[in-house]
């Protein structure tokens, strides 16, 4: 009976650790807090950052910026975190937005609702809306501004996806109170795709030459 119960527990959990074993990690995100994310309150006071100073919130595309390269004496926070969808960070907003009343919040997600979580364009925007929502009735005083999602080489055959999801946002703008910029022209070629002289290798993020062109679209605003 002893090895019976042992087999039938054995069967239960071995399925369970193999599917968290292979669960993205963007799923988790919305489940247990994140390490990157608990580690922000830390390097805030190591960093020193003032309390009212401009907040990127989003996933590795703003995790990945030199901010301090790219907005010099503007102590931007960066509160991205790799891997992030719009539900992983909803279920780490406390830890994200604590401790900062910020001037103006660059918001950039949704591309791995779509390419990872397998969300539809309609789920990822509402999902949106409720982070859009949140941020706006936590920080009144803030300038929002919420990037589209951009087109990638690697991710070019969901690029349909993505500009359905940025023509909503975009219509949504002035109603939801934020401003909405479109960083996707900035990146696509003559050919009306993707230029890969500004991604690195993966295909997915933006190397220094890309991010100098996001650069240029958002330098009047981060302030």
């Known amino acids: 009976m002893r090895l019976t119960r042992t087999r039938m527990l054995i069967l239960m959990l071995v399925p369970a650790a193999i599917g968290s074993f292979f669960l993205p990690r963007h799923f988790a995100d919305g489940i247990l807090p994140n390490a990157e994310v608990r580690g922000f309150a830390e390097r805030d006071r190591r960093e020193a950052a003032p309390a009212d100073a401009?907040?990127?919130?989003?996933?590795?595309?703003l995790r990945r910026w030199d901010t301090a390269q790219a907005f010099p004496g503007r102590h931007v926070v960066d509160h991205a975190f790799n891997g992030a969808t719009t539900h992983g960070i909803l279920a780490n907003?406390?830890?994200?937005?604590?401790?900062?009343?910020?001037?103006?919040?660059?918001?950039?997600?949704?591309?791995?609702?779509i390419a990872e979580a397998g969300k539809?364009?309609?789920?990822?925007?509402?999902?949106?809306?409720?982070?859009?929502?949140r941020l706006r009735?936590?920080?009144?005083?803030?300038?929002?501004?919420?990037?589209?999602?951009?087109?990638?080489?690697?991710?070019?055959?969901?690029?349909?996806?993505?500009?359905?999801?940025?023509?909503?946002?975009?219509?949504r703008a002035r109603d939801q109170g934020y401003r909405f910029i479109n960083v996707s022209g900035v990146l696509l070629g003559p050919d009306g795709k993707p230029d890969p002289s500004l991604y690195v290798r993966d295909g997915i993020h933006l190397n220094s030459?890309?991010?100098?062109?996001?650069?240029?679209?958002?330098?009047p605003f981060v302030k």
């Open 93 to 113: 907003y406390s830890a994200i937005t604590a401790g900062r009343h910020p001037g103006v919040i660059v918001l950039h997600v949704g591309e791995n609702d």
């Open 137 to 171: 009735r936590d920080h009144r005083a803030a300038s929002l501004i919420v990037l589209s999602l951009k087109p990638s080489p690697a991710r070019w055959n969901l690029w349909p996806q993505f500009v359905q999801v940025n023509a909503m946002l975009e219509s």
């Open 120 to 133: 539809t364009p309609v789920q990822t925007l509402a999902t949106l809306e409720k982070l859009i929502r």
């Open 209 to 219: 030459a890309g991010y100098h062109r996001w650069q240029l679209l958002l330098e």
């Open 54 to 61: 401009p907040l990127f919130v989003g996933g590795s595309s």
